[in-house]
């Protein structure tokens, strides 16, 4: 069955980078958007953005634009987020979740990882 | 950025009765070449991720019960439980796969009277 793993927990001190990992299985990973999502605790959902693994390509929210990095390694079906000058309210669970396939109608997330929890404190 | 918009924050509702969220954006997420609304419904439970519950405003994912369905077009979406059962005792959120950056409602929790 289709299944995203996630990275462990992870503490960060303000200013470092974080990378997440999304590891997936049961489906070709080259033929569907990863989106990226987080969740302060006890607050909504928040998108960070997607990334096309077969090209490479990706979008992100104007607000991570410029802090945020998303990749893929298709060899190991495998993505991964970088954020990076972490501050404490970036403290949140990030999840990622399978979107549709490029070039064919929009789609919501039909499958999400289980969470990542990124704590940034001193 | 299209902004979702969820009312009631929170509602309280017996067993067995109806249960209505309703979400609204500050945009159309109607796709008027093909009709389609790109909203989605989403349930989480404390601890866990979100599950997709609806998505195109009115259509069920596979395995989710009837009793939940979706309405709307253009701006203004429902979600409806119509018969609540103790399991669904959650937070949902509405969320607009329209245009970038995708954006979510900020939650409506939904407990047993």
């Known amino acids: 069955q289709v299944q995203l793993v996630q990275s462990g927990a992870e503490v960060k001190k303000p200013g470092a980078s974080v990378t997440v990992s999304c590891k997936t299985s049961?489906?070709?990973?080259?033929?569907?958007?990863i989106h990226w999502v987080r969740q302060a605790p006890g607050q909504g959902l928040e998108w960070l953005g997607w990334i096309n693994p077969k090209r490479g390509t990706t979008d992100s929210a104007p607000k991570f634009l410029a802090r945020v990095t998303m990749t893929s390694d298709t060899p190991i079906n495998t993505a991964y987020m970088q954020l990076n000058s972490l501050r404490s309210d970036d403290t949140a669970v990030y999840y990622c979740?399978?979107?549709?396939?490029?070039?064919?109608?929009?789609?919501?997330?039909?499958?999400w990882g289980h969470g990542t929890m990124v704590t940034v404190s001193s | 950025d299209i902004v979702m918009t969820q009312s009631p924050d929170s509602l309280a509702v017996s067993l067995g009765e109806r249960a209505t969220i309703n979400c609204k954006s500050s945009?159309?997420?109607?796709?008027?070449?093909?009709?389609?609304?790109?909203l989605a419904w989403y349930q989480q439970k404390p601890g866990q991720p979100p599950k997709l519950l609806i998505y195109q405003a009115s259509t069920r994912e596979s395995g989710v019960p009837d009793r939940f369905s979706g309405s709307g077009s253009g701006t203004d979406f429902t979600l409806t439980i119509s018969s609540l059962q103790a399991e669904d005792v959650a937070v949902y959120y509405c969320?607009?796969?329209?245009?970038?950056?995708?954006?979510f409602g900020q939650g409506t929790k939904v407990e047993i009277k």
């Open positions: 979740a399978r979107g549709g396939p490029p070039y064919a109608d929009r789609a919501p997330y039909h499958i």
């Open positions: 945009q159309t997420v109607l796709h008027r070449s093909n009709n389609k609304s790109y």
């Open positions: 969320q607009q796969y329209y245009g970038s950056p995708e954006t």
């Open positions: 049961g489906y070709t990973f080259i033929d569907y958007y």
